[in-house]
């Protein structure tokens, strides 16, 4: 079945810094690329998505890359700061299909002053 | 408008017991799902529904069950609570098949002891 491998598990980036979390996807079938953010005690919450006929798409300081044929796609964080400590969880799903979102397992986020 | 909500936020159970876990949303959203989230293991989908009176399984759904008697309620039943089902549980819905954007609820911690 469908599978998100997500990595790294954990990043610790100096404030100011760039962040990257990168995922892979098993289903070439899937064509949409939503990533979530969690807050401690908090459900997740969608920052941005993206589907298959874009290569990119940016909003202010976050922007997602996808590589089709690769099947990997990847978060940018640009000048991090201290709210953007959280868990980030990438999925893949297909468009139409009811229940087929697939999470990764999530990366830790640490912004450090 | 309260989005997603859950009861009970918290609860610990011993081994044998039952339980309902209440999910309401007043976004008027056809679809509902429950996850479970364990540590390293991300979302993983229990259950969901597209519509009133419908459900279906997801990744896990041996040992839970789910009714949808109303379009804002999604109930997840434990009928004999294992140690393993110890995890925090989170709700979601969303709109429509062309809006994919899922809206977490702020999760139940379960401990079955």
């Known amino acids: 079945g469908e599978n998100v491998e997500q990595h790294p598990s954990t990043l610790s980036v100096q404030e100011g810094d760039s962040a990257v979390i990168k995922c892979t996807y098993s289903?070439?079938?899937?064509?949409?690329f939503p990533w979530y953010k969690q807050e401690l005690g908090k459900g997740p919450q969608l920052i941005i998505d993206?589907?298959?006929?874009?290569g990119e798409k940016k909003d202010q300081r976050i922007a997602v890359t996808l590589n089709k044929t690769a099947k990997h796609f990847s978060l940018h964080i640009t000048e991090t700061q201290p709210e953007d400590s959280a868990v980030y969880f990438c999925?893949?799903?297909?468009?139409?299909?009811?229940?087929?979102?697939?999470f990764g397992k999530g990366t830790r986020l640490h912004i450090l002053p | 408008n309260a989005g997603v909500t859950q009861t009970p936020k918290f609860r610990v159970l011993k081994t044998g017991q039952s339980m309902t876990l209440l999910c309401a949303q007043d976004?008027?959203?056809?679809?509902m799902y429950w996850y479970r989230q364990d540590p390293g293991m991300g979302l993983r989908l229990i259950h969901y529904?597209?519509?009133?009176?419908?459900?279906a399984k997801g990744e896990v759904p041996d040992g839970y069950n789910v009714s949808r008697l109303k379009k804002q309620n999604f109930l997840l039943g434990l009928e004999s609570a294992a140690p393993s089902q110890t995890s925090v549980y989170f709700c979601?819905?969303?709109?429509?098949?062309?809006?994919?954007?899922?809206?977490f609820g702020p999760g139940t911690r379960l401990t079955v002891t």
């Open positions: 529904s597209v519509g009133e009176g419908t459900t």
């Open positions: 993206i589907r298959s006929n874009v």
């Open positions: 999925a893949a799903s297909q468009v139409n299909r009811d229940d087929k979102i697939i």
């Open positions: 289903d070439s079938a899937s064509n949409y």
């Open positions: 979601a819905s969303r709109t429509e098949p062309a809006n994919y954007e899922q809206y």
């Open positions: 976004m008027n959203h056809e679809y």
